[in-house]
């Protein structure tokens, strides 16, 4: 369970999280959309104790942000959309690293790893022949998720996850989500793929210069706005109206 | 043992090794596309020791002297060794841009973090320190009033010193970040890494150095200013405690002791607070700041004569132009070069100002300086070949240009304008103004001629393109070997450059150093121009 109270983030003069208030719980997966500088990746690192709130707080699992960040940590998985890694460590080291912040057995830790590797269809040795930094972006991609969801944690944060997932990982990704979600865990899910928005996503969150905009199932959202799919009420809600239009007069210019 | 307890150990202990690896492989992949397994951290660490005992043979210039004065010329030398390579590699360790992201979601304090880093920095440090003073060590066992307590003696002021530089380092950095803010310093940090770089060097060079001069040899014969360097506090525990044992001594070791235990509470205790609250500012979270209009400037100026008739075409303006941002711009590739450049130049500068008497510069300290006006653009040329960003670089070879020659010839010119012109300028400038015989600028014409050939040579088969390869710590000290060798050279045609000076034929010497730098220039020249883009991989 995670719930926003007033959260607010200032940068200077600018207001990049404006009074934010919702609540997710356990067992749904959230949407949460809104276009570039809406304020998306501020309020996730809020929630991950990575930035500081200018005012407002969030409780997640019953834990205050700001009166018990470690403890928070300890139930949050986070899969940024930077995607960093450590890149001179091997995928292994990486992982036993993580493990050994929250306090996993050894033995246990490598039981999950070799879970972990079954599932996105790897062999051990991938982890141990190369550094992060020489591995592929979906392959990099599959350790930040492995790293993230190590702990087991019942809150998952995810920004953009798909990037870099090959189709075959990108499908197998999707299925886990919601089975994670039928599990009991509370999922955050952002992206700008909005057709998987769609299809797996229980609600959605549109938020706008750091404003919430809506709030609601998919399908109730987009027959309320009278939109046909969730990328058009997208782009009702956010101004851009007359995408298709600029597009073909910007073809043009091409014309020799 | 409670459960948090040992939740916080195995974390620390977690971190410690993670903080090790990192600093021991670098932060970037050493091996990118390459399918070998790592290197052991500790096979890497052996490789940077040998090179360090080897620096460490400094030490034979101080046999036959007291303890003192050997302590200070070992914890002088050691103390700029170290502080220079943390000072290099400390804003990195600390405040990693993708730490944020990596690491502090997950339940581990700032303050753990702080103590595995600064734990990891003392190891290194102090392995380093030992490495230095390997061969001080024994020298300091015969000096006149040593004996056999100065080896064990000097380990322990060894490993006090080793604290304190940490400690200053890390204490510094909180500083910055409690007067000017994490994200004024990340714009800030070369300036002030450069900033601390000069205060080092004069507490650990200029100042010891000044100190041999006064030809003082008991602590009572240190000038008072003289006691406020560090390295005179720790060779006053080495005299206190192995050498004469005198009172002043014991009160100047009390002073290295408690100063070292100052440092230490207050970058980790007291100011331990700023750093936990840098760490929670991600920089890539904050509102990104207009870029000035001002820098507008260069591209106006590349498109104009004359720096458009030296640049040359459309690519290598291109280059000059991409190089000149980087070298201005980006954090990264500013903290590793001048922080780097300018411990180098402290070698001329001491060389002038020692040599500095009432008939001038010393006729060689001046043309060995003038070396530098080709050495300082050539060194930031090689340097700059390394950038995390260098898949990027994939960007030239897709480029319609059939080789790297264009590419690095901009990214020469580049480094020469902002360079060796300025060290150019600095060096007439200090010779004009202090030394009364204007015949001696000439001695910096034999640096002037021969810098076209040294700023080519990283060139040669395409080496230099720009921001082209990972950074690769471990292949550093091979290309250090090459660096040296060129700056040998360069120290034999500076003595050259003297001798011919010396018995009035220097009008000769330039003549046949100009006419071997023609040729080696037309030579270079094709060979960069020829070059073509070797098979990747």
Redesign the interface.
């Known amino acids: 369970m995670v719930a926003l109270h007033h959260l607010t983030r200032t ?2 003069t ?1 207001v ?1 999280v404006d009074d934010l208030s919702f609540e997710v719980p356990a067992g749904q997966i959230v949407g949460f959309l809104g276009p570039n500088g809406a304020g998306k ?2 309020t996730l ?1 809020m929630l ?5 709130p200018t005012s407002g707080t969030a409780t997640i699992e019953g834990f205050d942000l700001l009166n018990d960040p ?2 928070i ?2 139930r ?1 998985g ?1 899969v ?1 959309d ?1 995607g ?7 995928g292994l ?1 990486y992982l ?3 493990a ?4 996993i057995p050894a033995g246990q830790a490598e039981a999950r790893i070799r879970q972990f590797l079954a599932f996105f269809d790897l062999g051990f040795d991938t982890l ?7 591995y592929s972006k979906g392959m990099r991609r599959k350790v930040v998720i492995t790293s993230a969801l190590l702990h087991n944690p019942p809150v998952v944060f995810f920004d953009e996850p798909l990037e870099g997932l090959d189709a075959n990982a990108a499908v197998g990704f999707k299925a886990l989500i919601q089975s994670l979600a039928r599990e009991g865990k509370t999922i955050l899910y952002s992206s700008h793929i909005l057709d998987v928005v769609e299809r797996v996503c229980d609600r959605v969150i549109i938020i706008d210069k750091g404003k919430l905009l809506v709030d609601g199932a998919p399908d109730a959202l987009i027959a309320a706005h009278g939109a046909e799919t969730l990328e058009r009420l997208f782009t009702q809600l956010t101004g851009n109206l007359d995408l298709e239009r600029r597009a073909e007069d910007f073809a043009r210019t091409f014309r020799p | 043992m409670t459960g948090t307890a040992r939740t916080a150990s195995l974390s620390d202990r977690a971190l410690r090794r993670l903080f090790l690896t990192l600093f021991v492989r670098g932060r970037t992949a050493l091996a990118r596309g390459k399918p070998s397994a790592p290197k052991s951290v500790g096979e890497r660490l052996f490789w940077v020791l040998v090179s360090y005992t080897a620096f460490g043979l400094v030490a034979f210039a101080g046999i036959g002297q007291p303890v003192l004065v050997l302590g200070a010329m070992l914890h002088g030398f050691s103390f700029f060794c170290l502080a220079v390579f943390l000072m290099t590699t400390a804003g990195e360790t600390l405040f990693n841009r993708d730490e944020p992201d990596i690491l502090m979601h997950r339940p581990v304090a700032a303050a753990a973090v702080l103590r595995a880093k600064v734990r990891v920095l003392f190891e290194v440090a102090l392995w380093i320190a030992g490495a230095l003073n390997l061969f001080g060590l024994w020298i300091g066992a015969f000096a006149p009033d040593g004996g056999w307590r100065f080896p064990l003696v000097h380990i322990l002021s060894t490993g006090l010193s080793a604290l304190f530089t940490v400690g200053i380092v890390v204490l510094s950095y909180e500083l910055c970040l409690r007067w000017i803010g994490r994200e004024r310093l990340e714009s800030l940090l070369t300036t002030v890494q450069v900033g601390f770089s000069i205060l080092i060097i004069l507490a650990s060079q200029f100042g010891p150095r000044l100190i041999g001069k006064t030809g003082a040899q008991t602590i009572r014969e240190v000038p008072a200013w003289g006691i406020l360097l560090p390295p005179v506090w720790f060779a006053g525990f080495d005299d206190a405690l192995a050498g004469s044992g005198a009172t002043r001594s014991w009160v100047v070791a009390g002073v290295a002791v408690s100063a070292t235990l100052l440092v230490l509470w207050l970058a980790l205790g007291r100011l331990a607070g700023a750093y936990a609250a840098g760490l929670q500012t991600p920089i890539a979270a904050a509102p990104a700041r207009h870029s000035r209009p001002g820098r507008r400037w260069l591209h106006a100026l590349a498109e104009r004569p004359p720096l458009r008739w030296w640049v040359g075409g459309a690519v290598a303006r291109a280059s000059f132009l991409l190089t000149l941002a980087y070298l201005l711009r980006d954090r990264e590739t500013r903290l590793r070069i001048y922080p780097g450049v300018v411990p180098l130049i402290v070698i001329p500068a001491l060389m002038l100002m020692e040599n500095h008497k009432a008939t001038g510069f010393g006729v060689y300290s001046l043309a060995f300086a003038g070396m530098y006006i080709g050495l300082i653009p050539m060194l930031a040329l090689d340097t700059l070949r390394h950038s995390s960003q260098s898949p990027a670089a994939a960007l030239f070879r897709a480029a319609p240009v059939p080789g790297p020659g264009p590419i690095c010839l901009g990214a020469r010119h580049a480094v020469s304008l902002l360079f060796g012109v300025p060290v150019c300028l600095a060096l007439i400038a200090a010779t004009g103004l202090l030394d009364p015989d204007p015949m001696h600028l000439f001695l910096l014409l034999p640096g002037l001629v021969a810098s076209p050939i040294l700023t080519l040579f990283p060139c040669l088969n395409g080496h230099a393109l720009p921001l082209s390869r990972p950074i690769d710590e471990g292949s550093q000290i091979a290309r250090s070997l090459v660096l040296i060798g060129l700056f040998m050279a360069a120290a034999v045609v500076a003595g050259l450059a003297a001798m011919c000076w010396r018995k009035g034929v220097f009008g000769g010497f330039l003549a046949v150093e100009v006419a071997v730098v023609l040729l080696a220039r037309w030579l270079m020249g094709r060979a960069v121009a020829d070059a073509r883009w070797a098979p990747a991989g």
């Open positions: 940068f200077g600018q990049a990746t501020t690192r991950t104790g990575l930035l500081e470690i403890e940590k300890r949050v986070f940024p930077s960093a890694v450590f890149e001179s460590l091997t080291e036993e690293m993580v050994a912040l929250y306090d141990t022949d190369k550094q992060l930094g020489a």
